[in-house]
């Protein structure tokens, strides 16, 4: 087994002091080394690998954010964990807006071990440098103006629930995945495996969740969207047909009430790598668009000529790294390709590759044509096809209509 090398980078009342020989003793399997700001842990990255950085916020000689992003540029494989003070919530929504982990102080041994453990099995799914290199370049999600502004105006509301700013959260990717990832953080308590974002909002509760919004929204905008040739309104109509098809098939298919939820959230958020893409890299995603117009080749197969990978993969791995439940992260990455996944069962991945076969298709020989039908067979589903097909178009049928 590889040992795995850990940096802890103390800050203002060494608070990993104590903590890195706790967590040093608890596995057998890791080095952990400690510096006592932040250039000496840029000295210590710059001679040595490491597998994670573990930075407080609050460094002598600089900002733990400004640490952290260093190493991000310059060290694209280094995990990167802040340590965040609750009182300071600025620097705990600047990670939520980012791409960096984080647990709250005071941290237990245990926690941060998990943390860390949730960190390793990312590695799982960012199989090539480049792609690695790609995710810390799409730290910003953008949300539909209309959209935000309606849950801006709920949480204004004095009667505002966590329920009804829940629901509006829900009809928007990027606001759902910035609250799932908080409420999947070590900031509240243990990583859970949150897919409910009424849950999350009451959870974090409706003043953190007002202030989180506010500041990711600050940070996001559609100017590189639109320079991409990337209509953002598309997308969402898209991603809410795909989430309650999903849900849909897997209550049809008699899945659990949990299923049939992570089926709608990974449904709502299946093409999030292709707004990080749009919103963060216009230029190279643009040119994705001009080669798909030149020669007729399918998205998938261009971006990953241009990115070096896909933007299923990119929102997998972006999910994964949020701490986002495991049967999402898989959907999101595979949607497109099932075939790649190990399970034999009818899963949230199944519900999501096929209502989003369903939503884009014309005709019932274009739906055969977008699902993969080996998969389908090695699952026993195959000759449930032409039921899901008539049956989903009657469930688009009424979604539009209720939309029109």
Not at 10 to 24: I, S, T
Not at 215 to 241: D, K, Q
Request: one cysteine or more; a negative charge.
């Amino acid at each position: 087994m590889t040992k795995r090398r850990i940096l802890l980078v103390d800050g203002a009342g060494q608070p990993l002091r104590e903590l890195g020989a706790e967590l040093a003793a608890r596995v057998a399997g890791w080095e952990v080394v400690q510096a006592t700001n932040g250039a000496a842990a840029l000295a210590s990255i710059s001679a040595s690998s490491w597998d994670a950085i573990v930075a407080d916020m609050a460094l002598p000689d600089m900002g733990g954010e400004q640490l952290l992003s260093h190493i991000l540029r310059q060290f694209p494989k280094t995990h990167r964990v802040a340590l965040v003070d609750l009182g300071n919530l600025n620097a705990l929504l600047r990670c939520v807006g980012g791409v960096h982990q984080f647990v709250i102080k005071p941290c237990t041994a245990a926690r941060l071990q998990e943390v860390l453990e949730r960190a390793f099995e990312l590695d799982l799914w960012l199989p090539n440098q480049t792609l690695r290199k790609l995710i810390g370049h799409v730290p910003q999600l953008p949300s539909l103006a209309d959209s935000y502004n309606a849950v801006v105006r709920a949480l204004e509301q004095p009667d505002a629930t966590p329920e009804r700013v829940g629901k509006l959260i829900a009809r928007d990717p990027a606001m759902t995945a910035k609250m799932l990832r908080l409420a999947n953080s070590a900031a509240y308590g243990e990583p859970t495996d949150d897919y409910d974002v009424v849950e999350a909002v009451r959870e974090i509760g409706l003043d953190n969740t007002k202030s989180c919004l506010l500041l990711a929204h600050s940070w996001s905008g559609f100017g590189g969207v639109e320079r991409a040739g990337f209509h953002v309104a598309a997308i969402w109509p898209h991603a809410n047909e795909v989430a309650a098809l999903a849900e849909w098939l897997a209550r049809r298919e008699g899945a659990s009430a949990p299923m049939a939820g992570l089926s709608r959230t990974a449904g709502l958020l299946h093409d999030i790598g292709k707004l990080a893409l749009a919103a963060n890299l216009p230029d190279q995603f643009n040119s994705v668009g001009k080669l798909m117009r030149l020669d007729g080749s399918a998205s998938v197969e261009v971006e990953q000529e241009v990115f070096g990978a896909t933007h299923s993969e990119v929102g997998g791995c972006m999910m994964a790294s949020w701490g986002l439940p495991m049967p999402i992260v898989e959907a999101v990455a595979l949607h497109h390709h099932p075939t790649c996944f190990l399970s034999r069962k009818f899963s949230p991945l199944t519900a999501v590759h096929v209502a989003n076969a369903l939503s884009r298709a014309v005709s019932e020989e274009h739906f055969y044509a977008l699902v993969e039908r080996e998969y389908l067979a090695v699952l026993g589903l195959a000759e449930k096809l032409p039921a899901w097909w008539h049956e989903g178009q009657q469930q688009l049928k009424l979604m539009r209509n209720a939309h029109a």
